[in-house]
Structure formats: C-alpha cells, structure tokens
C-alpha cells in the first residue's frame, strides 16, 4: 500500500474511533426545589437508570411496599434494594442529605453511564413533605429517555406541580401521623416510620388544594393559615432536575486511538524517508 494511502486509512480510522469513542459517560444531577417561599419540600430524590424494563409503579394500581415506604416516610431504601435485585446493569443514587425546601438544591454524579443501552432511562421517586404519602415520580419506565444526551449536553425537567404529584394511596391524608409538621408551624405529626392509618386504597394524582382534608377538625393548624404556597396545583413545578451529561471515552478507545495516531507517525517517517532518497539519486 502506498504511503498515502496509509495516511488516509489511518487518519480515517482515528476520526472514526474520536466519533465512537463516547461510549460510557459522566452524569450529573441536580436538583432543585423550585416552590414558592414556605412551600413543600421534597425527600432525597431517588434516581435509577435502567434500560427500560424497571416500573416503579402504575397509577391506578396498588402502591408496592418500596412506594409506600418512600411516599410516607421519604426512604427510598426498599426501592434501592428493589431497583439492583431487578436490574442488570443498572445504576441509582438517592440525593445526598435531607428534605430540600424551596430554594435549596442537591447535586451528585454517577461514573461510567452507558446511555446508549442499560442506562437510557431515567426512572425517581421522592416524597412530598408535609404530606402523609404525596410523592412525584414517572409512572411510564420509559418516559424519560436520555440517549439523545449519550455524546454530551444538557436537559432540564420540571418535576411535580399540578398533575404531576402523586398520592400513594398507602395512608389517610391527617396532619396527626404526617411528616414534617414542625417546619410548616402545624401541630401534630409522625415521631417515627408507618404511623399512619392504613388507606388500602391506589395510586392517583393529587388535584385541588389538597391540604385543608388534612385538618382533622382544626386540631393542629394555627387559625387564619395561609395554604396558599402549600397548593402545588397552582404552580408550574415544585421542583427542576437539570442533567449534564460528559462524555468519557473508554480506556480501549484511548489505546485504539494511540495505535492510529502511532502508524500516521510510521507513514510520515516513511515518506520523509523516501523524499531524502529520491534527493540523492539527484545528487
């Protein structure tokens, strides 16, 4: 094969393998509560990347035990264990610290993200404090597919807001048995996890100003409370997901682009070679 042609078939390769070579990736996410000012919090969200084939729940259908677990005590332990016995290559992460309240955020990143395969879609879960199992979520494991962001990029998601918060159906809706009381200025609440009365009832959207059924006959809410920044169904969203996805090429793809740029070294060093010949013949 001439020199040239070598050159070309080499520098065709290189570029080939630079245009694969994004084949696992760094994601970050980050969370945010977008609430109004003495709005609901949100738990540590729950994240799991799958390939498709993990539902966490079905509106209309009975919640599981890691739903119910999450919706009302904001502990996505169960759905962990759940989420690595049932997936094959998944990846998940729980937000690190606690309840974030309007305005506050929580940021982790998850290594070695195949987002053309067993990572391509986004399944989380988290509860809405104060509730007694209020949590968002998807229902549909593939509504949320990432692949378009495989090469690099960023998407933003509005999470929560007016049809898009659920209730488990898992535990009566009263300010006695439900979580994070304190920080809102009502009385009552839970002191420890599954205190509440037991619904037997689905999982469904929250619609309306869902709070005043909580009243349980005013017995813990101050008189003249505003509900007024508890009501997510008049908000866009109480929360923001923003995802940016790095590009990582694999360390066989680094190897594999080392040899290319190796052998247009050799076809250069071979040309540069039979220049000087020809050059002497001359002489």
């Known amino acids: 094969m001439k020199p040239y042609t070598l050159a070309k078939a080499a520098l065709a390769a290189c570029v080939g393998l630079s245009a694969c070579a994004a084949q696992a990736a760094d994601v970050t996410f980050t969370f945010t509560n977008t609430a109004p000012a003495s709005g609901v919090g949100v738990a540590p969200l729950w994240l799991g990347l799958h390939n498709g084939g993990f539902d966490s729940f079905d509106a209309g259908s009975a919640a599981s035990v890691a739903i119910e677990r999450a919706a009302e005590d904001g502990n996505a332990g169960v759905l962990t264990s759940n989420f690595a016995s049932q997936v094959a290559g998944g990846l998940q992460t729980t937000l690190p610290g606690g309840p974030r309240f309007p305005g506050a955020s929580s940021t ?15 399944s989380y879960a988290a509860m809405v404090v104060l509730s007694n199992d209020f949590f968002i979520g998807n229902d549909n494991a593939k509504a949320i597919d990432l692949s378009s962001l ?28 439900s979580l994070a009381n ?11 996890p599954n205190q509440g009365i037991d ?10 100003n869902p709070y005043p059924s909580f009243v349980d006959d005013g017995h ?5 409370f505003d509900w007024t920044a508890l009501n997510f169904n008049s908000q ?22 080392f040899a290319g740029l190796g052998l247009l070294g050799v076809v250069a060093r071979r ?8 050059a002497g013949d001359i002489a």
Do not use: C, W
């Open 108 to 122: 982790f990143t998850l290594h070695n993200v195949d987002l053309n395969g067993a990572n391509r879609y986004l």
């Open 150 to 177: 495989a090469g690099g990029g960023k998407l933003s998601l509005a999470l929560g807001g007016a049809g898009h918060v659920y209730d488990a159906g898992t535990e009566q809706n009263n300010f006695a048995y």
């Open 182 to 192: 304190g920080a809102y200025g009502i009385g009552g609440g839970q002191s420890g």
């Open 199 to 208: 619904e037997h009832g689905v999982v469904h959207v929250v619609t309306g």
């Open 220 to 224: 813990y809410v101050p008189a003249n």
């Open 236 to 257: 866009q969203s109480i929360g923001r997901l923003d995802i940016s996805v790095t590009a990582v090429p694999e360390p066989e793809t680094y190897a594999m682009l």
């Open 271 to 278: 040309r540069q070679g039979q220049g000087t010949a020809a």
